[in-house]
């Protein structure tokens, strides 16, 4: 049995402004209509005896995620909640303990949410193969067949064919001689011509018990922090809630500097379908449909003598004159305009928006809730106003705020309103009042989408302002 690994819980700040804290790359539509994360779990379609999926996420991501598989059709084995970031080796680690904590040994699929592969086919065979070296006992790593000297990957050095598949119609597998750091240009060419080289992907199949005793071997308390969160698991909805203290107490580090370089049982199987961990605007340029100009572009765009542009307009219309070799991105709240050559540094604009405070890092300027969605329209001196839309069936938690009024009108749709002992149903263009500490509740009884709009005014309107005294969510 093949359990997947989902790991959901990067930020993909190179990927900033469509990549926000709370709402990552991975559940944007970056290559196609479906997410990187729908694309992910999708591939996995045609394997054989293959459970449903395992995510690991930040806590702030969990409802996006499950609603995201759940549009899909794609059911999940859990959701295990990351309380903080501490790295991808003890998200597999406590992805370990919980296949072992059901009685089974399986070998887990580790993957990205985050990455591209065209080739589905040619991923699914070299996933097949690697199933047969995994259950030899082997911690396999795929290493992608590079196609130039790439100086932003690490690379794995092939050593040895394993006798377990020598001779035999599957993909080749080698022992692992070493992982090697990101090499300047020149090293990475002679790395591509020797052949023995291949990028590391970050994925990753082997059987649960091997890769634990290995981290028992070499980083035992990373372990016992991991066995301590785990213990306290607690269950939540669709949720799989780790024991907050023990986990933050657990060591950062990848599985690659935990374990795999560690290992004397690391084995590589090499992987040409198409692989891009789409990690900048220049990884989307390279993988979209370019036209005879070499221009990328996404959204109302409009470009006159432009080239080897990619152009984002995400709200508005976007024109382009006599520009060459740019990323332009345009959201509702923010623009970026860089050299196409130097977008790895779009990650220090946001550490600087992050020293200064500003909200643009975390959120769009529309929010997603379990219940629906939010989107700020204008804001000032002591009033605010926002787009509330409620999903059909859905509702809000009954709550109050100590700072704030609230006027609600209708725009589409049907409202069931609760207002302190009272409730009422008000349709499309009508509106009601919520004063300041009343008890309230919105509610979609309908079968179509709830659109309010919605004005606030007091002296603080801060979304922490909020006091939940029932909710369906959890929260």
């Known amino acids: 049995m093949i359990l997947p ?7 993909g700040s190179r990927l900033w ?8 790359k991975q559940l944007l539509a970056l290559c196609g209509e479906q997410t990187m994360l729908q694309q992910t779990a999708a591939r996995l ?25 759940r549009s899909q059709g794609c059911g999940w084995s859990g959701i295990i909640l990351e309380p903080v970031g501490r790295n991808t080796a003890p998200a597999v680690a406590v992805a370990a303990l919980r296949a072992s904590a059901q009685g089974d040994d399986p070998l887990l699929l580790v993957l990205p949410a985050d990455h591209l592969i065209r080739d589905i086919e040619a991923f699914r065979a070299v996933v097949r193969a690697g199933a047969a070296v995994a259950a030899e006992g082997y911690l396999v790593t795929f290493g992608i067949v590079p196609d130039r000297p790439e100086t932003g990957y690490g690379y794995i050095r092939a050593g040895e064919q394993i006798a377990a598949v020598r001779g035999s119609r599957e993909p080749s597998a080698f022992v692992v001689d070493a992982f090697v750091e990101k090499p300047d240009l020149e090293t990475a060419q002679t790395y591509l011509d020797s052949g023995d080289y291949y990028w590391n992907s970050g994925m990753f199949l082997f059987r649960a018990s091997a890769f634990l005793a ?5 980083d035992p308390e990373m372990l016992a922090a991991c066995r301590a969160a785990c213990d306290g698991l607690i269950e939540d909805l669709d949720f799989l809630r780790l024991d907050r203290e023990a986990f933050a107490a657990c060591r950062a580090d990848s599985i690659d500097y935990a374990v795999m370089e560690k290992t004397r049982r690391a084995a590589v199987l090499p992987l040409d379908a198409g692989w891009n961990d789409v990690g900048s605007f220049s990884a989307l340029w390279e ?36 520009v060459r070799n740019l ?23 946001v550490e600087r928006l992050k020293a200064d405070g500003r909200s643009e890092t975390l959120l769009h300027r529309r929010v997603n809730r379990p219940w629906g969605s ?84 007091g002296s603080y309107l801060g979304e922490d302002d909020i006091e939940r005294l029932d909710d369906q969510y959890g929260r």
């Open 214 to 218: 290995e981290l028992e071997a070499f």
């Open 327 to 349: 990323v332009v991105v345009e959201t509702a709240d923010a623009v970026l305009v860089a050299d196409r050559d130097r977008v790895q540094d779009v990650k220090k604009i």
């Open 5 to 11: 690994v989902i790991l959901s819980g990067g930020a």
């Open 287 to 322: 993988v979209g449909e370019r036209d005879a100009a070499g221009n990328v572009r996404q959204g109302d765009v409009i470009d006159v003598d432009a080239s080897d542009c990619y152009l984002h307009a995400g709200s508005r219309l976007l024109a382009a004159v006599g």
């Open 374 to 457: 939010y989107e700020g329209i204008d804001a000032g001196d002591r009033f605010q106003v926002k787009r509330i839309t409620v999903n059909p069936g859905a509702r809000l938690s009954l709550q109050r705020h100590f700072h704030r009024a609230e006027h609600w009108v209708v725009v589409s749709g049907t409202a069931l309103v609760t207002c302190g002992d009272k409730q009422l149903t008000l349709s499309e263009n009508q509106s009601t009042y919520i004063p300041l500490g009343e008890v309230h509740r919105l509610e979609n009884p309908g079968q179509i989408p709830l659109e309010i709009i919605e004005v606030q005014s």
């Open 45 to 69: 379609d045609g394997l054989d005896d293959v459970a449903p999926p395992l995510v690991v996420c930040n806590e702030e991501h969990r409802f996006l995620v499950a609603e995201q598989l």
């Open 17 to 24: 402004p469509l990549s926000r804290e709370l709402y990552p």
